[in-house]
Nanobody, 123 residues
C-alpha cells in the first residue's frame, strides 16, 4: 500500500510559478515511479509528468515540456513539480500518482492516487 499527500497548490497570476510537493509513504514506495496528473473542470484527468523510482528518468506531456520540472528526493520519498511560466489553461486539480510501471508515455494506469490540490492561474 502506498499513501500520497500533495501540498503546494494555490492561486497565481499568469507567468508566475508554483511548486507542488507529494509525500509518499509505504513499504514499497521506493520501487514506484511517481508523477502528476491534472483534471480541469469538465475534462478527463490527464498525465502531466512522471519520474522513475531512482529519480533519473522523467517524462513530460507536450503541454508542459519546457515549463514544468519534475524531481524526486529519493531519501525523503517526495516528488516535486516545479511549475514556471504558468498559463490560465494550467488551472486544474493536480493529483500525485504512483505506478509500478513507467514507459515512454509516462504513466498509463497508476496504482495509487493522492487527494489532489487545486492550482488556479489567473489571467
Amino acid at each position: 500500500q502506498v499513501q500520497l499527500v500533495e501540498s503546494g497548490g494555490g492561486l497565481v497570476q499568469a507567468g508566475g510559478s508554483l511548486r507542488l510537493s507529494c509525500a509518499a509513504s509505504g513499504d514499497t514506495v521506493s520501487t514506484y515511479a511517481l508523477g502528476w496528473f491534472r483534471q480541469a473542470p469538465g475534462s478527463q484527468r490527464k498525465f502531466v509528468a512522471s519520474i522513475g523510482w531512482a529519480g533519473r528518468i522523467s517524462v513530460y506531456s507536450d503541454s508542459v515540456k519546457g515549463r514544468f520540472t519534475v524531481s524526486r528526493d529519493v531519501a525523503k520519498n517526495t516528488v516535486y513539480l516545479q511549475m514556471n511560466h504558468l498559463k490560465p489553461e494550467d488551472t486544474a486539480v493536480y493529483y500525485c500518482a504512483a505506478d509500478d510501471v513507467m514507459n515512454a508515455a509516462g504513466m498509463d494506469d497508476p496504482d495509487y492516487w493522492g487527494q489532489g490540490t487545486q492550482v488556479t492561474v489567473s489571467s
